[in-house]
T-cell receptor
């Protein structure tokens, strides 16, 4: 198993550009999430999904869109990038039925918006 | 809403010694899970230990153990026989509601010295 994969690892955008951060997992996990990590603030939840076709907002959803058309994939879209979206983005997935609730994290994407 | 507080931005420990990282949390939920994650310079989030709130027994994983004080809403991490490889950021996190909504503290940077 590859676990949780994220692409790209690094990205530089100009203000106003749009892009999609890709996230995929091969563990058949029903739950997937996106977090951003900023210095001194820990990780904050952006959006999450409890299964294909179902998404909901987290703590900091503004400026981001998500969709979940398959169990495996959970892309995060930045509609019009802003310097405030400069951050490290993590995707995570978890398998609730195991009762462990452990979240498996991808390696992260470092995004810089100039 | 739930909150997680880590009041120690940085800690230092000598190799082979013991160190305790503090964490307090606040949630109105009766059913929740607590985690400690390690983030080395590679940026990968690694689960160190988990605690189910309904269990009174403190979790232990090799050199890592927790002191879970439910009434005080405290969840500290003890690292015994510290090793150079333990140097990293450590995040405390609380999971409630759906399994995707994980709230993190701001982290404690642990330095291990010779």
């Amino acid at each position: 198993n590859a676990g949780v994969t994220q692409t790209p690892k690094f990205q530089v955008l100009k203000t106003g550009q749009s892009m999609t951060l890709q996230c995929a997992q091969d563990m058949n996990h029903e739950y997937m999430s996106w977090y951003r990590q900023d210095p001194g603030m820990g990780l904050r939840l952006i959006h999450y999904s409890v299964g294909a076709g179902i998404t909901d907002q987290g703590e900091v959803p503004n400026g981001y869109n998500v969709s979940r058309s398959t169990t495996e994939d959970f892309p995060l879209r930045l509609l019009s990038a802003a310097p405030s979206q400069t951050s490290v983005y993590f995707c995570a997935s978890s398998y609730v039925a195991s009762g462990l609730y452990e979240q498996y994290f991808g390696p992260g994407t470092r995004l810089t918006v100039t | 809403a739930q909150t997680v507080t880590q009041s120690q931005p940085e800690m230092s420990v000598q190799e082979a010694e013991t160190v305790t990282l503090s964490c307090t949390y606040d949630t109105s939920e009766s059913d929740y899970y607590l985690f400690w994650y390690k983030q080395p310079p590679s940026r990968q989030m690694i689960l160190v230990i988990r605690q189910e709130a309904y269990k009174q027994q403190n979790a232990t994983e090799n050199r890592f153990s927790v002191n879970f004080q439910k009434a005080a809403k405290s969840f500290s991490l003890k690292i015994s026989d510290s090793q150079l490889g333990d140097a990293a950021m450590y995040f405390c996190a609380c999971l409630t509601g759906t399994a995707s909504k994980l709230t993190f503290g701001t982290g404690t940077r642990l330095q291990v010295t010779l």
